[in-house]
């Protein structure tokens, strides 16, 4: 019995012993995944990724040179894909803290601060690469016209409603038309004269039309009919030349009416640019590595994962979205006054 037991003792040790050796790959997890939020540090060109938990002192981190990374981007893609090889410049970096600390303090510097200690710490190896898929989470022209409504020919896709075709889609576009009058500040809904909201036989909202030419003010780009275009009443645009005022709104006659709205009124100045569009965008980066490895800074020991989640990292940013090629942006719009 005795030499039994002295049998089995004596196998589990070789066993353990052969299954820790250095050599060996051991597939574990750490404790992130895709619903990890993140924080972003920059230092110059350098940017870490990182996050810390306060509840289990573990911390992890990307660091990887890209002077351009911001998270965003400004096209009208919804998702862009940015790939990085891991190596001794972009490294993961994976700690066992012993005790929770402020992530910005403890990454945002060159040297860590002294405490707290490392208990444990992995460092990737070189080989694998690292996903970055950045995309939108949201994103609206917020020019109090439902996005849903936007879509004009019903097709259910919003990107290929662009009803002024300058290359930016009707649900993104501030100034639907290109008059240089915002679509929030054009007279929206129709209302009846105890102010309530009109609606036709379909229960659907009307919109003002002031011409009657079926098109509503928000989409029409000469909105009293007159064969003037809209940003061509534009007449106090120079009075300031310095800084041209892009507003056919406050050109007014005296009876406070804009002169876009008045058929009987039509002077003309030529403008031939069109205001910015300016929106408020939000995203999330999902960050992934593929077959990448980390070592154990104190034993040797390996851990390998072929798909690891580090986490999210996300912003918002507020931006203008390019013009097409047939529109003169407003950095030419000086142009107009001289």
Do not use: H, W
């Not at 030499?3 to 997890?29: M, Q, R």
């Not at 949201?138 to 016209?145: A, C, I, P, S, T």
């Not at 996300?314 to 030419?332: G, H, K, M, R």
């Amino acid at each position: 019995m005795k030499f039994t037991k002295f049998k089995y003792f004596l196998l589990i040790t070789i066993i353990a012993l052969t299954s820790c050796d250095d050599g060996d790959i051991i597939v574990s997890s750490f404790n992130f995944d895709e619903n990890t939020n993140l924080s972003l540090c920059q230092q110059e060109n350098i940017n870490v990724l990182f996050f810390v938990d306060s509840e289990t002192n573990e911390a992890i981190s990307f660091r990887f040179p890209d002077e351009d990374f911001e998270g965003t981007f400004t096209g009208l893609e919804t998702i862009q894909t940015v790939e990085i090889p891991i190596n001794s410049n972009n490294q993961v970096v994976y700690r066992k803290l012993s005790a929770s600390t402020n992530g910005a303090d403890y990454f945002c510097q060159e040297v860590p601060p002294s405490s707290p200690q490392v208990i444990e710490e992995f460092v990737s190896t070189t080989g694998g690469m690292a996903i970055l898929e950045i995309r939108i989470s949201d994103q609206d022209d917020n020019d109090g016209v439902p996005a849903e409504l936007e879509d004009i020919n019903g097709d259910g896709n919003l990107f290929n409603d662009d009803s002024d075709g300058d290359g930016i889609p009707d649900f993104l576009d501030t100034d639907d038309d290109n008059d240089n009058v915002l679509t929030a500040s054009e007279e929206l809904e129709a209302l009846d004269d105890n102010g309530n909201v009109i609606t036709d036989e379909n229960g659907d909202v009307v919109y003002v039309d002031t011409d009657n030419d079926g098109i509503p003010n928000y989409l029409d780009d000469d909105d009293d009919g007159d064969a003037v275009l809209t940003r061509n009443e534009d007449l106090n645009a120079c009075e300031d030349p310095e800084n041209p005022a892009l507003n056919p709104d406050n050109d007014l006659n005296a009876d406070g009416l804009a002169n876009y709205l008045n058929p009987n009124i039509t002077d003309s100045f030529e403008v031939n640019v069109v205001k910015r569009n300016r929106i408020n965008r939000s995203f999330f980066t999902q960050v992934i590595f593929t077959d990448i490895t980390f070592e154990n800074q104190n034993t040797g020991e390996s851990l390998s994962f072929t798909n690891f989640i580090m986490g999210r990292f996300q912003t918002s940013a507020t931006q203008d979205l390019p013009f097409n090629d047939t529109v003169i942006s407003e950095d030419e719009v000086n142009n107009i006054c001289q």
